[in-house]
């Protein structure tokens, strides 16, 4: 029996479930954030499933949790697989939840078929994906990665001024995995991790496994734009400075400056600030975030100069600055690791497209460590971040088969 | 001694520095809107003032407040003056708040000088007249004139979802004037506002009375676009209903549509609401109002269908929806009032010009029950709706030199 074959699809699913339980809301969402009790719970009920199934356990210091599948060989460097189990406010069942239960699947489907691979296959539910309680997201894996350190996340606070100090060890206290000391971090062969689209492509052209190859780079920006409040009734146009008609001067270029031919480039403006805000008064201020998104870095750097002389064109005669807050660079996936999960889609005869990654995903950190990939199956009308997001069992156990079959064909090269 | 002579220019100013303490902004403005605490203050204040003169004082059930000075003819009609106490919530502390202390300085002023006449005058404060918390503005006049029904104004929220019931209910309970029963409106025999001009044609043409002939007419709108919320990263343009991609389509068309010209229709875009407000979130709904003012109501009424084609027009993929908040046409004033006001102008010796209101007022309203003008002073650089909003002390009294004489002659008339 192979591995794809030891997956079951009604194991999987019940899984979900179980973990949808702890934090559900009554919308059928959860409502599960990073280090709160309820993300407690979800760790202790996987080491509870880990101790039935005799997989060793252990975190480190900033809480990844790993479920330890052991290799023939004992020197090897492991093969990781997972993802995060924190939720948004009003987040759904399968995003992040979705990447720790397949990798747990795949531990369970070697073991249920008596695979015995060369290297150790860790699963591992990384700390604080989401970022919604303590900032900044995709923390755990972060740290892992050595791009963020750990004593400067122990002094993050939530909105209620709780320090993640103090949330971490009452959750690592309530866990059963023991804590490994020292600094997160250890050296790793590969890691791929499965998660949700959270995008409707796959739907749309009815695919069951994106072939993820890359995670697209984003940049974000403020744009603030200063005018004069005068009197809507008396001001004449060529006595105005009017803040919010330079920021739709600017937004409608910007709209047309982003319209590619292959709907590749995302741009966003989510957050529009005019004030003062009443209806007539001209306004004095304009404020609004760009969020632009694309796998071409060189696109990202082009689409920002072109963003700097729209503002400079068209701003007049109100002063205008942009502030760009983050430069996240594209992340390119290994091609080994794309090559094989494409392979295993294809011999298990999965319909499958190779895609860049929307969204940020732990994978963007580990990747900064060793060979990464990742699998993305459908979710409901591309519908993620939300307490309906959705997604079905079979293309839930096919992520899972293409996975484990990938998962072993690393730990035994 | 006359009316005009018994104003005092010290006195005068120092109650606008001292309801300028109301609300007091940082900046030297006032953030004193409609129904507030700092308007209640205001309210208080001037009721203080009015009862160390002896003035009795009253309220109406939308919150006018009025201030009385009585006349030999117990069944004359009243001459009214007045303006608003309620501001922007950027605003300056002449906007309305002159045209109330004008008035009460006139009725001071006959007061010291000794002045009996055959009518009572009356000072007003009118409630919301900017319609910056609650909409729509100009709505104590209006309600008083019969323009506006009270019970429909009660159930008017502000953009927190606070019922004006339930905050006029607070202003009037903290105010010490008693409270007419019965609908607001009483017959009036004249009404006559003083105000800054909140535009730079007195200043520009170095006149001090500006003898305001007409109101240009309004139109206010709402509109409401629905789009749907989706993840910024993963969501492909053609797979979005942007509610703010379609909200910028729309003004941005708005403009280029308003661009008249002679630059004599007034076009503001000056509230705008994008939620959920999140930079990497797809805009799920925009809201934003519109303010159209020009003399001509014929020109209005062209600009609200290519609004309305505009919208039908751009909004796609997202339904949209327009809402008509306010439609106030032109208002001429009385031949009457207005050629007294010329007349005491030219014989206090102030220079003055014909001209019509750009903003809207509330004698506009008034304008429908009686014989109605106004008086201009002028203001710093045009600028209003602003907390650097300006006037020279010796403007306004020279303005309430204008007022007091007009009143004494209407209200022995």
Chains 1, 2 share one sequence.
Not at 189 to 200: C, K, L, N, T
Not at 220 to 233: K, L, N
Request: hydrophobic share 40%; glycine share 8%.
């Amino acid at each position: 029996m192979s591995g794809a074959d030891a997956v079951k699809e009604d194991r999987l699913w019940q899984r979900h479930a179980d973990m949808a339980k702890l934090g559900g809301t009554p919308r059928g969402g959860v409502n599960r954030q990073a280090l709160s009790p309820e993300d407690a719970a979800a760790r202790n009920q996987l080491a509870e499933w880990a101790q039935k199934r005799r997989f060793a356990t252990f975190a480190d210091r900033i809480g990844n949790l790993f479920v330890v599948r052991s290799g023939k060989d004992a020197g090897a460097l492991p093969v990781l697989s997972g993802s995060h189990m924190d939720s948004q406010p009003t987040g759904g069942r399968f995003d992040g939840m979705y990447g720790v239960l397949a990798a747990f699947e795949a531990l369970e489907a070697l073991e249920d078929a008596g695979i015995e691979t060369k290297r150790p296959v860790m699963a591992v539910a990384w700390t604080n994906e989401e970022g919604s309680r303590f900032q900044p997201g995709a923390m755990g894996s972060a740290v892992f990665a050595g791009v963020y350190n750990l004593d400067e996340m122990f002094c993050q606070k939530d909105w209620k001024g709780v320090l993640l100090k103090d949330a971490l060890a009452e959750t690592l206290t309530a866990a059963p995995a023991p804590v490994r000391d020292g600094a997160p971090g250890f050296p790793v062969d590969s890691y791929v991790e499965a998660h949700i689209e959270q995008g409707p492509r796959l739907e749309t052209e009815r695919k069951t496994i994106g072939v993820v190859t890359a995670i697209q780079g984003s940049r974000r920006y403020i744009v603030t734009i200063d005018g004069e409040e005068a009197h809507a009734g008396t001001t004449p146009r060529a006595a105005r400075k009017d803040a919010y008609a330079a920021a739709t001067r600017i937004a409608a270029a910007m709209y047309a400056a982003t319209t590619d031919p292959d709907d590749t480039l995302r741009f966003t403006i989510g957050r529009v600030e005019v004030s003062p805000g009443s209806p007539n008064t001209v306004p004095g201020k304009a404020v609004f975030t760009i969020d632009m998104r694309h796998p071409d870095n060189a696109v990202l750097a082009a689409h920002e100069a072109t963003l700097e002389a729209i503002v400079a064109a068209k701003a007049a005669p109100c002063p205008a600055r942009i502030e760009r807050v983050t430069n996240v660079p594209p992340t390119d996936f290994d091609p080994t690791v794309i090559g094989l999960v494409r392979d295993k889609a294809r011999s298990l005869g999965l319909s499958h497209m190779d895609m860049p990654s929307g969204a940020g995903h732990d994978a963007m950190h580990i990747a900064k460590l060793c060979p990464t990939g990742m699998i993305f199956v459908p979710c409901e009308r591309g519908i993620s971040h939300n307490e309906i997001e959705n997604a079905t069992p079979a293309d839930l156990a096919a992520g899972a088969k293409v996975l484990v079959e990938v998962l072993e064909a690393l730990a035994n090269r």
